[in-house]
């Protein structure tokens, strides 16, 4: 971890989803970002471009949490699961950010990222994160420093 960071917001999605996203995931390799809604859709994201663009879109499903499992090359959802408000970093170093409220801040270095609105989730795959909002849009962020 670093001793004094910065988050920079690399892209934004508004109306990413048209409810609250309740869970994001990146995949295993950290170029695709996967979003859960309560919209009841499942939607996957290219993060490997410097605005949030659809790089796919599975059908609408009784589902709004993702998991993805590790280790392999393509994206499933293995299981719902709620966030608790921290994100885990995908070498399981363990929480390297908590949100609160509209508020997302690293547990060390001291960055922090500001949303109009509550935020609703978020995941990470050092050094990036990625944060769903009550308002269904997207953003996604870079540690620097």
């Known amino acids: ?55 796919n879109q599975y059908h609408p499903l009784k589902a709004c949490h993702v998991l993805l499992w590790p280790h392999t090359d393509t994206l499933q959802l293995v299981e719902e699961r709620k966030s608790d408000g921290s994100a885990l970093d995908a070498s399981g170093s363990g929480v390297v950010a908590e949100r ?3 508020t997302l801040r690293l ?22 994160l990625v944060a769903g909002a009550q308002s269904g849009e997207l953003y996604h962020l870079e540690v620097q420093g």
Do not use: C
Not at 109 to 127: C, E, I, K
């Open 1 to 55: 971890m670093l001793a004094t960071a910065s988050l920079e917001l690399k892209a934004e999605k508004e109306n990413a989803h048209s409810n609250w996203v309740t869970s994001v995931a990146f995949s295993p390799d950290g170029s695709t970002i996967v979003s859960g809604s309560y919209d009841k859709k499942i939607k996957v994201w290219d993060a490997g471009v410097s605005a949030l663009t659809p790089s």
């Open 100 to 102: 609160d409220g509209a």
């Open 107 to 128: 547990k060390e270095g001291g960055g922090v990222f500001y949303a109009p609105g509550p935020l609703q989730s978020v995941a990470a795959h050092w050094p990036r």
